[in-house]
């Protein structure tokens, strides 16, 4: 595609994703399918979208000393190409504007520009991270790295790795997760036969550690509250060596389709995905008392994902987070029932906030107080997890991206009396 016709799709594109609409993943998806874009023209409109997302404060500050169309000069400013292709698409006048932007110091910008973050989110963040604040905000703004989880049902990691770098694909065994595989690229994955035959999810490490927390065992009856597309439902399988009956609850059975395929590719026999209405169903309350273990991986802000969804940050409000955690306490006090006594409970989100986090366990805690906390520390030590004391914060699992290297989430623990 010639620069110039490349530039506008992604103006193009741009237009309908700074909407906020919809989610950009999705935007960007219908975009690229619409417009028949090839490999290459598809990855460089949707990197460029999601340049601008991360660092939308910036570029807005930027534009405004540029002309034209404002979607356009965001497109420049974080068009994910070789700069001379660039060059070439732009009008002399444009390419001085860029040049000049491209001078522009870090240090000689306000904060709001360096860590691009709606100020709603600042203060929350700020008082937890101290001086850590602009190492968080730095990772936030760069790319996510991709983990894959190896599926211990089918395959060992160390041989995984070897079939990797034979097909010259460098990975790393994860630091915490004893399922994971670190990739230093992002080659296509869905072609190969370690996907097709299951040995292998693409999975965050720190996802895979809120699986690990469960400790799903043999036999056991289990329920992933909040199933969505099975990423953790499966590694749970998979701990449980496909035995006893592994239950898939989620309200959208939209996403439990999602899982079916990759069900299929698992290897697993004993996950068994429900659709439900909302957490008071009558088929939750059928297994009430009768279940081993629950992880409930509540609805959320996402906010833990900003690597990957930095259209979260500018679709999300106060209102709504105070919202979500009146319905992540509900959830999870309906799935406590579901535990018979000595029973695991793990609520997790893949949220950075407190009132999401700390503060949704307490309120849990003050109701429920025949649930007993469990040290995230401890347990991640007993299943062999490096450095668990660096992974937690108090009684809590806590991963931050600039920290750990994974997304950012919490889990909380307790065992029922």
Known sequence: MHPKALLDSAAELLKLVLRFEHPADAVVSRFIRDQRLGPRERATVAETT?????????????????????????????????????????????KEWL?????????????????????????????????????????LNALAGLDLRVNALKAKRPDVQKQLAKL?????????????????????????DLFVQGDIEVQDEGSQLLALLLDGKRGEMVVDFCAGAGGKTLAVGASMRSTGRLYAFDVS?????????????????????????????????????????????????????????PDLKWRQNPKAIEEMAVKQLAILQSAARLLKPGGRLVYATCSMLQAENEAVAQAFQALQPDFKPLPAAELLSQLGVAQPEFLCAGEYLRLWPHRHATDGFFAAVWQRA
């Not at 660092?55 to 070789?82: C, V």
């Not at 000049?100 to 963040?125: A, F, T, Y």
């Open 99 to 139: 040049q000049r932007c491209d001078q522009v110091s870090p240090d000689d910008l306000m904060d709001l520009h360096r860590h691009n973050l709606p100020q709603w989110l600042v203060e929350p963040l700020k008082s937890q991270m101290g001086a850590e604040f602009d190492a968080l905000t730095h990772s």
């Open 50 to 94: 999601y340049a601008v997302l991360r660092k939308k404060t910036l570029f807005n500050y930027l534009a405004q000393h540029g002309s034209g169309p404002l979607e356009r000069r965001l497109a420049i400013l974080g068009f994910a190409a070789d700069r001379d292709f660039l060059f070439s698409a732009l009008s002399s006048p444009e």
């Open 168 to 192: 010259g694909i460098k990975s790393e065994p994860t630091p915490y997760s004893p399922w994971g595989l670190r990739l230093a690229d992002k080659p296509l994955l869905t072609k190969l």
């Open 253 to 309: 059975a939209h996403r439990l389709d999602a899982l079916k395929p990759r069900l299929a590719r698992s290897g697993l026999s004993n996950v068994h995905p429900v659709a439900i209405a909302h957490e008071r169903d009558d088929r939750i309350k059928r297994l009430a008392g009768k279940i081993d273990r629950v992880l409930v991986d509540a609805p959320c802000s996402g906010l833990g994902t900003l690597r990957r969804n």
